[in-house]
């Protein structure tokens, strides 16, 4: 017999609290849809990235629904310098042409969404890559820009090549993986009515599918610890109005934009709650759904 290592009351007491603090929202999440986002320097870190893994395990395990909607940025630079496809960029935006989606296909559907499984799987839980092309998951279309010319106003419109959007989202293979028991790790690829493939942002994938899923909550793991005040302090949550009046004042700016707004539209198409969280915060996912009061911002209705 295996002699176990003793615990000492006091860490045996600590351990008991966090369970029972923890028990209520365990409680709250029982059969819940949680769509996750991943990406940024969580993924690039590998103790970061086991953990996560770890953690979508967990959440299984106790009776939650993870969907998880994954980027790769850095993975599909690194194999375009491999291969010296040389980039194209409008107005800050990368020109995603015919040679380069299929590097994009590739690296997103392939290595970076057979990983990502991978970290889910060992941590033991069954997750399942595949990306918005597999049952139809992600109809999308033609991505439309326009940027204004700042002397003469004129706008013109941008064309970005094969990067496109979510134009209908069916669910039916998430409902089968996770009735069956299984994890969803979904690449942010889908297919258009002309039967092309288009690169699509992860973000918007996210709250696309977290919309049509109807789901509980939206965490968006990013590199920042969410929504920074005037003081630059944390604001623990906004409601869609708040949102739009924070946009307009510049208290939210730049990079944020976009992201706060996908969390509005998916909060619009029923998600209870989009979350923007730090995810190079150890278990930052545990952390704001099992804490009370959360950890990075929450956007509701």
């Known amino acids: 017999m295996t002699d176990l290592p003793l615990i000492s009351s006091d860490t045996a007491e600590q351990q008991a609290q966090i369970l029972a603090q923890a ?22 870190d590998e103790k970061l990235a086991e953990m996560f893994g770890a953690d979508i395990a967990l959440l299984k395990q106790v009776g939650v629904n993870p969907v998880v909607v994954h980027g790769g940025g850095p993975q599909i630079n690194d194999m375009l310098r491999r291969l010296k496809i040389d ?95 299984l994890i969803p790790v979904i690449a942010p690829v889908g297919s258009g009515d002309d039967g092309r493939t288009y690169n699509i942002n992860a973000d918007t994938v996210a709250g696309a599918i977290a919309g049509a899923l109807g789901a509980t909550r939206l965490l968006m793991l990013t590199d920042v610890a969410g929504v920074l005040d005037a003081n630059k302090k944390l604001v623990p949550e906004l409601t869609v109005d708040e949102v739009a009046k924070a946009i307009s004042s510049g208290v939210i700016t730049g990079g944020m934009i976009p992201k706060v707004e996908t969390c509005v539209e998916a909060v619009r198409q029923g998600v209870k709650g989009a979350v923007i969280l730090d995810g190079r915060q150890p278990h930052a996912c ?11 911002t929450m956007i509701v209705p």
């Open 23 to 44: 028990l209520p929202f365990l409680r709250r999440y029982a059969g819940a849809t949680i769509v996750v986002k991943y990406g940024g320097h969580a993924m690039g």
């Open 286 to 296: 545990l952390l704001e759904l099992f804490i009370e009061g959360g950890h990075g």
């Open 87 to 181: 980039s194209t960029f409008v107005d800050g935006l990368r020109v995603t042409s015919s040679e380069m989606v299929d590097v994009v296909e590739m690296v997103l559907a392939g290595t970076v969404n057979k990983q990502v499984a991978g970290l889910i799987n060992r941590a033991g839980a069954l997750a399942v890559g595949i990306c918005g092309k597999d049952g139809g998951l992600i109809r999308a279309r033609k991505l439309s820009r326009t940027v204004r010319d700042p002397g003469s106003r004129i706008e013109r419109e941008l064309d970005l090549g094969f990067v496109g959007e979510p134009e209908s989202v069916d669910v039916r293979v998430i409902h089968a993986l996770t009735g069956a028991g």
